[in-house]
């Protein structure tokens, strides 16, 4: 079993920050990629950015230079620190990860719950 949890959304005013977390637990030989992907209501889910097992991140334009994704290795967590938000940031923020169960087993993508991220003032 292979769960993924997600913390840290919130309300926030434009311009605030919020810090996003997203714990993997369970049966994990490794991760390959994780992912924060997000949706707002009427809208399809976008990936937000995505960050490797080496460490290389990449991230959607509409939010290079305000978010950074990050991850914890040893504590199999990944981060994504949002500043500088705008109203159109709201969204549900799902975490996604790449994981191998086993040495003899293929990565499967795993997703979170999601957590409410809303901007407004």
């Known amino acids: 079993q292979v769960q993924l949890v997600e913390s840290g959304g919130g309300l926030v005013q434009p311009g605030g920050s919020l810090r996003l977390s997203c714990a993997a637990s369970?049966?994990?030989?490794?991760?390959?990629?994780m992912a924060w992907y997000r949706q707002a209501p009427g809208k399809e889910r976008e990936l937000v950015a995505v960050?490797?097992?080496?460490?290389?991140?990449n991230y959607a334009d509409s939010v290079k230079g305000r978010f950074t994704i990050s991850r914890d290795y040893a504590k199999n967590t990944m981060y994504l620190q949002m500043s500088s938000l705008k109203p159109e940031d709201t969204a549900v923020y799902y975490c996604?990860?790449?994981?191998?169960?086993?040495?003899?087993?293929?990565?499967?993508?795993?997703w979170g719950q999601g957590t409410q991220v809303t901007v407004s003032s």
């Open positions: 996604n990860a790449e994981i191998v169960r086993s040495w003899y087993t293929t990565a499967y993508a795993y």
């Open positions: 960050i490797t097992s080496n460490g290389i991140s």
């Open positions: 369970g049966s994990i030989f490794s991760i390959n990629d």
